[in-house]
Every structure is written in C-alpha cells, then in structure tokens.
Nanobody, 124 residues
Framework: QVHLVESGGGLVQAGGSLRLSCAAA????????MAWFRQAPGKEREFVAA????????IYGDSVNGRFTISRDNAKNTVYLQMDSLKPEDTAVYYC?????????????????WGQGTQVTVSS
C-alpha cells in the first residue's frame, strides 16, 4: 500500500512553468513505478508521464513530450513533474499514480493507487 499526496498546482500564464510534487507514504516507494495523469472537465483521464523504479526509464504522452519532465527522488519518497512551456490546453487536475513491482505504463487501469489531485490552470 502507498498513500499519495500531490502539491504544486496553481494558476500560471501560458508559456510559464510549474513543478508538481507527489509525496508517497510507504517504505517501499522505490519499488513503485510512478505516473502522472490529468483530467480536464468533461474529458477522460489522460496519461502524461511515467517513470520506472530507479528512474532509468521514462515515457511521455504525445501532447507533453518535450515540454514536461518526470523525475523521482527515492530518498525523499517523492516524484516530480516539471512542466515548461505551458499551454491553456494543459489546464486540468493532475493526479499521481503508482503500481508496485511493475513497469510503468500509459493505461489508467494499470495503476491501483492514486492521489487526490492538484489543479493546474493555464491562462492565455
């Protein structure tokens, strides 16, 4: 089991940057593949980025590739999402997710553990 809490969301102008954090409670954090998803009003939850146990492998959604960077600090039980060159279409609630002892994937259903989400709003 792992408990996830996101932070770092807020309001930013287009072209700006934000860094989201996801703090995990649990002794085996380093064995979880971690991911970020987002959900805009009226839309399905969308994959953003994922990272493997030790951070060696990362994957990104097409809409954020080249602008967002996922990373993790296992000593701090935290995963980050650095978001640069933000666009109004990046506006959504951003969720952190985890899956134990498995490779990172892009599918919502592959992740049994979720945080409560943090709102990101990008103004034009």
């Amino acid at each position: 089991q792992v408990h996830l809490v996101e932070s770092g969301g807020g309001l930013v102008q287009a072209g700006g940057s934000l860094r989201l954090s996801c703090a995990a409670a649990g002794r085996t954090f380093s064995r979880y593949a971690m991911a970020w998803f987002r959900q805009a009003p009226g839309k399905e939850r969308e994959f953003v980025a994922a990272i493997s146990w030790v951070g060696a492998n990362t994957i990104y959604g097409d809409s954020v590739n080249g602008r967002f960077t996922i990373s993790r600090d296992n000593a701090k039980n935290t995963v980050y999402l650095q978001m640069d060159s933000l666009k109004p279409e990046d506006t959504a609630v951003y969720y952190c997710a985890a899956r134990f002892l498995l490779i990172p994937t892009m599918r919502v259903d592959d992740y049994p553990y979720w945080g409560q989400g943090t709102q990101v709003t990008v103004s034009s």
